[in-house]
């Protein structure tokens, strides 16, 4: 992978996301940097609040996520964020788009981890079905998968073949659609496109997203307010 060094004069950080609103279903996480914004200025984020509800197809968000740079498109716009002024970014090491990004519909479950899941599943996952359903947390379809062929196993070898072979053809002919349908029934509910420069940023990401999201759901400690100072008598 190709990287180039960049310079970002006026990025913005999201400094909240309300819950169940257009921004938390859009896919935008708190503490997000927003280098750049489609073919706005990122400052029209909090200086336009208009804007937020006016988000189009071509208004493509670039993010920094930790240290993962990618590309999110809104699905139904930022109206429940609130954006403020981000220190510049000088000298940053990104990805260059050589045209061969992956894009990735993304999923986020009631704990806050989120699933990306490609739009072309590669065909070595035939090979081993059960691993792609590990990969992508699928406990349900790993489970009924490993039934299956402990049952077949147990019936001989051909069976066994025919079952593997059967139950990988839908991995070949439909592999994205067969994840994405997995997991919304497993309760990932559909957040907005998102397009990375490998899988190893996919991968990153999720990690990252999760490990954000359950510090904001976190419990604030409770803060005792100081004594009141007794009042002298004299």
């Known amino acids: 992978m190709k990287y180039e060094t960049r310079s970002f004069d006026e990025p913005v950080v999201v400094a909240a996301v309300g819950r169940y609103t257009p921004a938390e279903r859009s896919g935008l996480v708190a503490g997000d940097l927003v280098l750049m914004f489609g073919q706005h200025k990122t400052s029209a984020l909090r200086d336009d609040p208009e804007l ?10 670039v993010l920094m996520r930790g240290d993962v740079y990618f590309k999110l498109q809104p699905r139904e716009g930022l109206e429940g964020a609130t954006f403020e002024p981000a220190t510049p970014l000088e ?54 998968a490993v039934l299956v062929y402990g049952i077949a196993a147990f019936m001989g070898v051909v069976p066994f073949i025919l079952t593997y072979i059967v139950t990988s053809l839908p991995v070949l002919t439909s592999g994205s659609y067969l994840v994405k349908s997995a997991a919304e029934k497993q309760g990932y509910a559909r957040r907005g496109e998102v397009i990375v420069a490998s899988l190893s940023d996919a991968a990153a990401l999720e990690v990252e997203t999760l490990k954000r999201n359950r510090e904001a759901r976190k419990p604030k400690p409770a803060v005792n307010p100081a004594p009141t100072p007794a009042l002298d008598p004299a």
């Open 91 to 144: 000298n940053v090491s990104i990805p260059v788009d050589d045209g061969h990004w992956i894009r990735c519909t993304s999923g986020m479950q009631s704990d806050g981890s989120l699933m990306l899941v490609p739009e072309r599943i590669s065909s070595m996952w035939t090979l081993i079905p059960v691993l792609l359903y590990a990969r992508y947390r699928l406990w349900q379809m790993l489970t009924g």
């Open 52 to 61: 937020l509800q006016r988000i189009g197809g071509s208004d493509w968000l």
